[in-house]
């Protein structure tokens, strides 16, 4: 068996097949890892999640922020974005039996020394409180969805207080392991940093460059940063390399060293869009 990681589909159907095929991927055999964010800005999200959805267990999935931002719009929580294609969707004749089965989805995923997440950790937070923090919003998810996604955009708190409670706490847990690019040296976050890192003088660097790190010793595989691009370091691997900014689709084979896979993308969304 290979377990590929696979960045941000985004709805990039067509790609995600070119990859499997140059990957010659066995749906009996292999394993996919994927970052989150398997909707929106591509044209192909319903057939994303068909797919990926048919692979059972072959699939290890956990959510992203344009994931969450689909269920919300089907809970009638959230409004529809000028970039968003995600109609296609919410008007499928399976489309409860799909938002179900992404429902289940959870927010960090970890077999041995790996930790699964769309965007990052904070430095506060272990690979095991990762773990139970993001059990607690699947919980929150699963029991109330309205109510949490009535309450999840924002960008407050922004520093990781073990003493939040409520929907506080579920947001902060939700910004992190969804939308987390860099934070300062106190572990607070700037969630409206986009585009490259920042200098360093600006007193703000990529959530896994903190030198206090409590989850230092996993292999973190994580997306959501395409302007970063591809990154293999010691104990990171980022993998969200702009598939539907006309970037590729990456795949990362897990337990043997190689280089990369990747396939070329077309331009699906301006590089101005949000």
Not at 70 to 96: F, I, M, N, W, Y
Not at 118 to 135: F, K, M, N, R
Not at 207 to 218: E, G, I, L, V, Y
Not at 232 to 237: F, K, M, P, T, Y
């Amino acid at each position: 068996m290979t377990r590929y990681a696979i960045g941000d589909i985004q709805g990039c159907e067509r790609e995600l097949q070119a990859l499997l095929k140059q990957a010659r991927f066995s749906a009996d055999r292999d394993q996919l890892w994927l970052v989150g964010d398997l909707v929106n800005r591509g044209p192909g999200s319903l057939a994303v999640l068909r797919f990926v959805r048919s692979l059972g267990d072959n699939a290890i999935v956990v959510l992203g922020n344009h994931d969450l931002h689909l269920l919300a719009l089907a809970h009638g929580c959230a409004r529809q974005r000028k970039s968003d294609t995600l109609a296609q969707v919410l008007g499928a004749p399976d489309r409860e039996v799909l938002l179900e089965w992404l429902m289940n989805r959870p927010l960090a995923y970890a077999q041995g020394q790996d930790l699964l997440v769309h965007a990052g950790v904070v430095p506060q937070w272990s690979v095991a409180q990762t773990l139970e923090l993001a059990g607690e919003v699947s919980r929150a998810l699963l029991k109330d969805p309205r109510t949490l996604f009535a309450h999840m955009y924002g960008d407050e708190p922004d520093l990781w207080d073990e003493r939040l409670t409520g929907m506080a706490r579920l947001r902060f847990t939700i910004n992190v392991l969804t939308r987390i690019r860099v934070c300062d040296a106190a572990g607070r976050v700037d969630l409206t940093m986009k585009g490259p890192p920042p200098p360093a003088s600006s007193g703000w660097r990529p959530w896994f460059d903190h030198p206090q790190r409590k989850s230092r010793d996993a292999r973190i595989l994580f997306g959501h940063w395409s302007a970063l691009g591809l990154v293999r370091r010691a104990g990171v691997i980022g993998l969200d390399s702009g598939c539907a900014w006309g970037g590729t689709l990456t795949a990362y084979d897990l337990d043997r060293e190689r280089e990369p896979l990747a396939t070329r993308c077309a331009q699906y969304q301006a590089i101005t869009a949000d």
